[in-house]
């Protein structure tokens, strides 16, 4: 059964079918014919034999009204021997079936798999054998303008999920709190959750601060929601250690050193408002001493 993961992938193109031809241009170097339209065309790769082939998703680009290249979407989070001998029959299917150019496109849960997705399949046919264009997360842009953010929305989702980790993985999770603030909050709310699911723990708790001083600086509507959420479920299990924890993650975010008796004094509070209070402090501050005195 798909995972979570796997399927909020191929939501990213199901939401923008351009993203594509994004990935095509940019990391791979594929030179896409002029389009006008990207569209969802149906995944059902069928053959005239009884056995059923239906791709993760098709991504058809058209001018005039006319299929000029259709892109096969495929999510492979690990090895599976079987898509091999399906793959060959996906393109050679969506070629006679919309009678223009077909390119399988492989997006990859790490470069291991990537490197294995890419290795030339042999059909037996002399002269024949297709290499599949695997894009592993070392191949996916690094997205960090929050300018340009809410204009590709999905390609800085992806961005994000593969640089958590990345030395300006600051301006990623920003220009990621751009582009969810410009999309409909049921799809803001799963691609944060995506993000996370993927994310190393230090990065998920780095993102998550981030999230909160923009809930204080800018009030965004996605930003009071996560963090309405974050409270009510706090009240449940303790309202007071969510907020120290939320302190916590804003000053590791911001790299300001806590010293043992301060983070005791942190996780210690049980006054709300004195820990929305020193919250509030640590969005602008540059030391512990700004914070708690």
């Known amino acids: 059964m798909p995972s979570t993961t796997h399927e909020a992938l191929i939501e990213l193109f199901r939401n923008r079918p351009e993203l594509a031809a994004e990935l095509l241009t940019e990391p791979l170097g594929i030179m896409v014919p002029r389009f006008e339209q990207a569209r969802l065309d149906s995944g059902d790769l069928t053959d005239l034999a009884p056995t059923e082939y239906r791709a993760d998703a098709v991504v058809v680009l058209t001018r005039n009204g006319t ?3 259709a892109v096969i979407i495929e999510v492979q989070l690990a090895r599976d021997k079987r898509k091999r001998r399906t793959w060959p029959v996906y393109l050679t299917t969506l070629h006679a079936r919309l009678r223009c150019p077909a390119i399988l496109l492989v997006l990859c849960a790490d470069p291991d798999t990537a490197g294995w997705c890419a290795a030339p399949i042999h059909v037996g046919h002399p002269g024949w054998e297709l290499r599949p264009l695997a ?3 070392d191949k996916v842009p690094v997205v960090t303008d929050v300018d340009d953010a809410p204009h590709a929305p999905e390609l800085v989702v992806l961005s994000a999920m593969a640089h958590g980790t990345h030395p300006d993985r600051d301006k990623v ?11 409909d909050e049921d799809h803001a709310t799963l691609y944060h959750d995506v993000v996370l699911s993927v994310l190393p723990e230090a990065a998920r708790h780095h993102l998550e601060a981030l999230l909160l001083t923009r809930k204080y600086e800018y009030q965004s509507d996605f930003a009071r929601k996560y963090f309405g959420q974050g409270k009510a479920e706090g009240e449940k ?8 924890n939320a302190l916590l993650a804003v000053l590791d975010a911001r790299e300001i050193a806590v010293p043992e008796e301060a983070k005791s004094r942190i996780t210690e509070c049980t006054d709300l408002d004195q820990l929305d209070a020193w919250i509030r402090r640590a969005v602008t501050a540059t030391r512990i001493e700004d914070v708690l005195d």
């Open 135 to 137: 894009l592993g997360p």
């Open 67 to 69: 299929a000029v290249l």
């Open 173 to 183: 999770f920003r220009a990621l709190i751009a582009a969810l603030e410009h999309v």
């Open 237 to 244: 299990a303790g309202r007071a250690e969510g907020e120290a």
